[in-house]
């Protein structure tokens, strides 16, 4: 874990929330089982492979020294989290979480929760897909009636984003009710009280009510890879696809989404060939910096696709 322990020793920490080692990506070896993130005011280290006790001293004492540079006096918050197979732990390891505990990024807050489950409410490689969105709905005049929907909505932050950006409605849909109650304080903590709907509902059955708050142009596709009884990708991913047709407007965009080291950007391609083949393919974004991988098809996948005018 040394160059987790190197990147410590000359860390910075923004004001936004962010990642701020990616050994996950394989580019520093002996370090591929860690990351570190950075939900101000408190840092998480999570190891997918289980950790030592050796490794976690070592951990601590290179945060406890970089922090008395940097820190301005305040006490060290960080948790750790293990997420190797059968091991799933959550332990916070010095000082203290925010309750309730709210992070900034590009001028939007967001809810988190770091000593609960595996997510923490807001996915940090996904922020390039956010500001993707931002950016396009900025685009078009603030009159102008742009309807987004947004499915396996999980915490709204794309929606939070679209409306700050200046779109009419945003539909949210997602079966965990407790997600969409955290993305409803997503809304009201950044002054955002009307143009949105929350449907917890499971999206397979919801297929009408969905299609009646249509057309939308704007369609983010954000599910899991695998969810045990609702979502499996290499089954369902289709099933999503070949809905989108009917629900864009003409010249609306899809944001094809995902993230599945096991299945590549022609897993998702294929799909939208064969089910959906009006839509044109425009680009992949790219993840944020922190999070380069060395296999980018490991990686998590955003493709942004149109459907054509008239």
Known sequence: MQAL????????????????FHGRG???????????????????????AVASEAELAALGDALTARWAQIGDG???????????????????????????HVVTEAGSRYKVQLLKGQNHGLFLDMAEGRRWVRDYVARHPKTFAFRVLNLFAYTCSFSVVALQAGARHVVNVDMSQGALATGQHNHRLNGIESGVSFLGHDIFKTWG????????????LDPPSYQKGSFVATKDYGRLVRRLPELLAPGGHALVCLNAPELDTDFLKNH??????????????ANPAAFADIAPERALKVLVYRMPEG
């Open 26 to 48: 394989g580019l520093f070896p002996g370090s591929e089982s860690w990351s570190l993130d950075w939900y101000p005011p408190v840092l998480v280290a999570t190891s997918f």
């Open 209 to 220: 009510k969905i299609t009646r708050s249509g057309p939308y142009d704007l369609v983010v």
């Open 272 to 285: 939208v060939r064969e089910q959906a083949p009006t839509l044109e393919f425009v680009q992949r974004l």
């Open 5 to 20: 322990l190197s990147t410590i020793a000359t860390m910075e920490l923004p004001s936004d929330a962010c990642r701020l």
């Open 74 to 100: 305040q006490p060290l918050n960080w948790v750790f989290q293990c997420r190797a197979d059968g091991h799933a732990d959550t332990r916070l390891m010095a000082g203290a979480v925010p309750e309730p």
